[in-house]
């Protein structure tokens, strides 16, 4: 008797089970917690532009790097950078911070990288850092990659930083617009 009983507790309660799993709840609807929007600016050097250059190659196929890959899309090249972030999408701005940090290249047959970097704020309405790391698809016109991260007023922040290219110069000079959406503040 016990044991039926059991058994038909065990039935009802897999039953109640599987149709709350067969009317799915609806979707929650994401809404960020905090937004920005900054510039960064990375002047490349180039072995001619020393007293501008925020970013150096450090490894690449005609240095360290001996392969013959990275011919025309940098392939295995890593970039090692310190680049003021501003407000405005004007180099001359007063910076609010460096995006300090690196990206390597790593495809053979189009630009795309890797980036781990973080945003070190001084200003005297952000203190703090906000730390980002995700794959980079350079060709595409906007590309999001993940907030893991910060410290401050940033502290334990997450969300996604969207990057738009914003101007570029050859292979000199960037400037990405970085918007981003924190999902998670505390």
């Given at each position: 008797m016990k044991?039926?009983?059991?058994?038909i507790a065990l039935l009802?309660?897999?039953?109640?089970?599987?149709?709350?799993?067969?009317?799915?709840?609806?979707?929650?609807?994401?809404?960020?917690?905090?937004?920005?929007v900054?510039?960064?600016?990375?002047?490349?050097?180039?072995?001619?532009?020393?007293?501008?250059a925020t970013s150096s190659m450090v490894a690449a196929r005609d240095g360290v790097n001996l392969t013959n890959l990275g011919d025309q899309f940098h392939f295995?090249?890593?970039?090692?950078?310190?680049?003021?972030?501003?407000?405005?999408?004007n180099f001359h701005s007063t910076p609010v911070g460096r995006a300090q940090g690196m990206?390597?290249?790593?495809?053979?047959?189009?630009?795309?990288?890797?980036?781990?970097?973080?945003?070190?704020?001084?200003?005297?309405?952000?203190?703090?850092?906000?730390?980002?790391?995700?794959?980079?698809?350079?060709?595409?016109?906007?590309?999001?990659?993940s907030v893991v991260g910060g410290t401050g007023d940033f502290f334990m922040h997450r969300g996604i930083a969207t990057l738009m290219t914003d101007s570029f110069e050859g292979e000199v000079y960037f400037r990405l617009r970085v918007d981003i959406k924190f999902y998670e503040c505390w």
């Open positions: 044991n039926s009983r059991s058994s009802l309660f897999f039953m109640f089970l599987s149709m709350s799993f067969a009317y799915p709840a609806k979707k929650k609807q994401y809404k960020p917690c905090k937004q920005l900054l510039f960064f600016h990375d002047v490349v050097y180039n072995g001619h532009n020393a007293a501008n295995g090249s890593m970039v090692i950078f310190d680049d003021p972030i501003t407000l405005d999408n990206y390597f290249y790593d495809t053979k047959n189009t630009y795309t990288a890797w980036l781990g970097f973080s945003f070190v704020f001084n200003s005297t309405d952000h203190q703090g850092s906000i730390n980002f790391i995700g794959a980079d698809p350079l060709m595409n016109k906007t590309r999001d990659i």
